[in-house]
């Protein structure tokens, strides 16, 4: 008889990820054209809280604070954040397959980065239109759902379907009328993601935003686990089923906008994260929450390490998750149905 | 004292499901709902569990208007066994008899020891410890029904109620649940189950009620209620009651029992 080996494996398992993390994100400090060695990042750090005598350049400074820093601390949070919408769609939607970007988010939130840009809109312009049609295409997808007079999960989730082919043909559209020397190229790249373009108002808007919908969800950790259950089971466990569902769609999508809006569509690492952190720590949402997240937040950063390493050509990230995530996600896919044999 | 008081039910521009049922029962009785298929006993299930909101008709729990309060009062004093229970990710039978516990918490609260300790107290109750890190998607259907009664006695309700709680288990299965049922009656817990076959009502219940076309035929004692009229009545076919009196080397034991007449 197996002891109850998640119970044990755990806070091992979350505080090795977390040293990992903690390791990775001083190593990610070296990586880029220009290297900076860890004890000068550390008295760099210092200094902002400490007298300490400058003996660095101030361009090393600015490359910690402002491109270094944020740039980092974005590929862990939207990483994380990513994997933290999946992993409580998956759970809610009592799916497996379930993607941040069911609901129709990444292809509104394309969208609207897209006419931002054929319109020359400004960074931030960019941003907040594809924040607002992510939003939006989740809106027109609830709406349909609620039209429709079923409460359940199973139209919602079609809704979200027909409203992403929606917004992705609306995108074809714009594509076409883009001129072909500087928008197309710019909506193509922003398609395929990249946390080149965050800035420190990127990450001072996103923190907030990733804390408090992670909060929420923490909260609501045992619900969500009864929920996955069924509507009708959970009605019975004493769950306010519309409330809790509509609270966790809200966080999710919130978190995934805010990442899609600063870094475009990165795929993959949504559906892959909560099932390998489910593979380590069990089902248990409270459990599968902070695994994700950090785990997330590591596969991104490391992604986008090698994303920064490789300096002869800036290969997109969204490219580069997908073709990591892919191969991981079929050797995972062959594992689990071995197992259910051998079982 | 659950109090059922002339409760209607249709479903959306359909024809009315439930016309007028009214009964009572008390903590400690077992009542097995009979009737064929698409009479509406499941309706009325989902109706006192809350998730339909009858047309007319109200009902009581203690002099509770189950109307009037929120989930979480409701779930602590109704528990639900459905028909099938599909989990779909890993949970281990710990993790879902501990969901049961859920609506004990408080917003954001994790679960204590006591709420532990609940739990083991419910798995040893049922004899299921063994299973208690097992997934619980690789149990089979009657390790899969325990564990869901167990999950509705952690609750801590004193109302149970079962949506054919054996309609998919092999006969060895069927006659332990049945005994389980029998003993939670015992133990004091009421108990509300449907089920297509009108010997339940003889094994393990003390209250029958026989619904047909949304309406109450008969409601009363299995002695008096499960008759060959009525059961003939009831699903429009030749059905007997039999006296059955075992007496041979291995079992003294009377009872009745329903006997299709082909």
Same mark, same amino acid.
């Given at each position: 008889m197996k002891n109850d080996k998640f119970s044990i494996r755990f806070p091992i398992f979350v505080t090795i990820l977390s040293i990992c993390l903690l390791i990775l994100f001083i190593i990610s400090f070296q990586i880029g054209s220009y290297p900076i060695e860890a004890n000068v990042l550390l008295d760099v750090l210092?200094?902002?809280? !400490?007298?300490?005598?400058?003996?660095?350049?101030?361009?090393?400074?600015? %490359?910690? #604070?402002?491109?270094?820093?944020?740039?980092?601390?974005?590929?862990?949070?939207?990483?994380?954040?990513?994997?933290?919408? =999946?992993?409580?769609?998956? $759970?809610?939607?009592?799916?497996? !397959?379930?993607?941040?970007?069911?609901? +129709?988010?990444?292809?509104?939130? =394309?969208? +609207?980065?897209?006419?931002?840009?054929?319109?020359?809109?400004?960074?931030?312009?960019?941003?907040?239109?594809?924040l607002l049609f992510g939003l939006l295409?989740?809106?027109?997808?609830?709406?349909?759902?609620?039209v429709s007079g079923t409460s359940d999960i199973t139209t919602f989730v079609l809704a979200g379907v027909i409203v992403s082919n929606f917004f992705n043909a609306l995108l074809s559209v714009v594509k076409t009328y883009a001129d072909t020397d500087s928008q197309l190229p710019s909506i193509t790249f922003w398609l395929m993601g990249s946390l080149g373009k965050g800035d420190t108002e990127d990450l001072i808007r996103i923190v907030p935003i990733v804390f408090v919908c992670i909060a929420i969800l923490f909260i609501c950790r045992y619900y969500i686990d009864v929920l996955s259950t069924g509507d009708e089971e959970a009605m019975a466990m004493g769950i306010n089923v519309n409330i809790i569902r509509t609270a966790v %769609?809200?966080?999710?999508?919130? #978190?995934?906008?805010?990442?899609?809006?600063? &870094?475009?569509?990165?795929?993959?690492?949504?559906?892959?994260?909560?099932?390998?952190?489910? !593979?380590?720590?069990?089902?248990?949402?409270?459990?599968?929450? %902070?695994?994700?997240?950090?785990?997330?937040?590591?596969?991104?950063?490391?992604?986008?390490? %090698?994303v920064r390493g490789v300096s002869t050509v800036q290969l997109p990230l969204g490219v580069l998750t997908s073709l990591v995530g892919t191969p991981v996600f079929a050797v995972l896919l062959i594992r689990s149905r071995r197992g259910k044999e051998n079982a | #004292?659950?109090?059922? *008081?002339?409760?209607?039910?249709?479903?959306?521009?359909?024809?009315?499901?439930?016309?007028?049922?009214?009964?009572?029962?008390? *903590? +400690?009785? &077992?009542? &097995?709902?009979? =009737?064929?298929?698409?009479?509406? *006993?499941? $309706?009325?299930?989902?109706?006192?569990?809350?998730?339909?909101k009858p047309l007319a008709g109200s009902l009581y729990i203690d002099a509770q208007n189950l109307s009037e309060i929120t989930p979480h009062k409701r779930a602590k004093l109704i528990a639900y066994v459905s028909q099938s229970s599909n989990i779909i990710f890993p949970y281990t039978v710990r993790e879902v008899i501990l969901m049961g516990r859920t609506s004990h918490l408080s917003i954001g609260a994790s679960m204590t020891s006591a709420d532990n300790s609940i739990v083991d107290e419910v798995m040893k109750g049922l004899c299921i410890t063994h299973l208690q890190y097992k997934y619980f998607q690789n149990l089979s259907g009657g390790e899969k029904q325990m564990v869901m009664i167990a999950r509705a006695l952690s609750q801590q309700a004193k109302y149970i109620i079962m949506d054919e709680p054996t309609s998919s288990l092999d006969y060895s299965n069927q006659i332990k649940i049945l005994n389980t049922i029998k003993q939670l009656s015992k133990a004091g817990y009421g108990i509300i189950m449907t089920s297509h076959s009108p010997n339940h009502a003889f094994t393990s219940c003390n209250k029958v009620l026989l619904m047909k076309d949304g309406y109450i035929m008969d409601f009363g004692s299995p002695e008096k209620v499960v008759s060959s009229k009525n059961l003939t009545k009831l699903y429009n076919a030749d059905v007997g009651v039999a006296k059955a009196i075992l007496d041979d080397e291995l079992f003294t034991y009377a009872s009745k029992v329903c006997v299709p007449i082909i």
């Open positions: 210092l200094s902002k809280i !400490m007298d300490i005598r400058v003996y660095w350049d101030s361009t090393v400074e600015k %490359i910690i #604070m402002d491109v270094r820093i944020p740039r980092i601390i974005l590929g862990i949070l939207v990483g994380g954040s990513l994997s933290v919408s =999946g992993a409580s769609y998956q $759970t809610l939607f009592k799916n497996p !397959m379930v993607s941040p970007d069911i609901l +129709g988010v990444s292809a509104g939130a =394309g969208f +609207g980065a897209a006419l931002a840009m054929i319109n020359s809109g400004t960074w931030a312009e960019i941003q907040i239109s594809a295409a989740v809106a027109i997808a609830y709406l349909i759902s609620k %769609i809200i966080c999710s999508t919130l #978190m995934t906008v805010i990442s899609v809006s600063i &870094c475009g569509t990165i795929g993959w690492v949504g559906l892959v994260i909560p099932h390998i952190a489910r !593979m380590f720590v069990g089902a248990r949402y409270s459990r599968l929450l %902070i695994t994700s997240f950090l785990m997330g937040g590591f596969f991104l950063l490391l992604m986008d390490n %090698i | #004292m659950l109090e059922i *008081k002339n409760i209607k039910y249709e479903y959306k521009k359909g024809p009315l499901v439930l016309k007028d049922i009214s009964f009572e029962m008390d *903590k +400690g009785d &077992c009542l &097995c709902i009979l =009737g064929p298929n698409g009479t509406g *006993k499941t $309706t009325l299930l989902k109706i006192i569990l809350g998730f339909f």
